[in-house]
C-alpha cells in the first residue's frame, strides 16, 4: 500500500501563486507514475497533470502557469501553481499509480485551493 498526504493548500488571491506538496510513504518502490487531480464544486474530478519517468505534463487549463515536480529522495510530488485564477478554485488531489498489468491508484484526502477575486 501506499499512503499520500497532500498539505500546503489554502486561500489565494488571484494571479497570486501556491505550492502544493504531496508526501508518500509505504510501497513507494512500486510506485509508476504521480499525478495531480482537481475537483470543482459541482463538476467531475479533471486531471491537472501527471509525473512520469522523470518528466510531466500538464493539461492545456493550466499549462504555463502550474509546474509538477518530484523530489524521489523525499518521495514527494509538488505543484506549482502561479497566476491563480478563481477558476482555478478546487479539492485539489493527489494519486500514484501502482498498477502491474492495469493502473491501480492510490489517492490523498486532498486539499482546498480556494481563489479570491
Known amino acids: 500500500q501506499v499512503q499520500l498526504v497532500e498539505s500546503g493548500g489554502g486561500l489565494v488571491q488571484a494571479g497570486g501563486s501556491l505550492r502544493l506538496s504531496c508526501a508518500a510513504s509505504?510501497?513507494?518502490?512500486?510506485?509508476?507514475?504521480m499525478g495531480w487531480y482537481r475537483q470543482a464544486p459541482g463538476k467531475p474530478r479533471e486531471l491537472v497533470g501527471i509525473?512520469?519517468?522523470?518528466?510531466?505534463v500538464c493539461t492545456d487549463a493550466v499549462k504555463g502557469r502550474f509546474t509538477i515536480s518530484r523530489d524521489n529522495a523525499r518521495n514527494t510530488m509538488y505543484l506549482q501553481m502561479n497566476s491563480r485564477k478563481p477558476e482555478d478554485t478546487a479539492v485539489y488531489y493527489c494519486?500514484?499509480?501502482?498498477?502491474?498489468?492495469?493502473?491501480?491508484?492510490?489517492w490523498g484526502q486532498g486539499t482546498q485551493v480556494p481563489v479570491s477575486s
Open positions: 509505504g510501497s513507494v518502490f512500486s510506485i509508476k507514475s
Open positions: 494519486n500514484v499509480d501502482v498498477g502491474v498489468a492495469c493502473p491501480y491508484y492510490y
Open positions: 509525473s512520469s519517468g522523470g518528466s510531466a
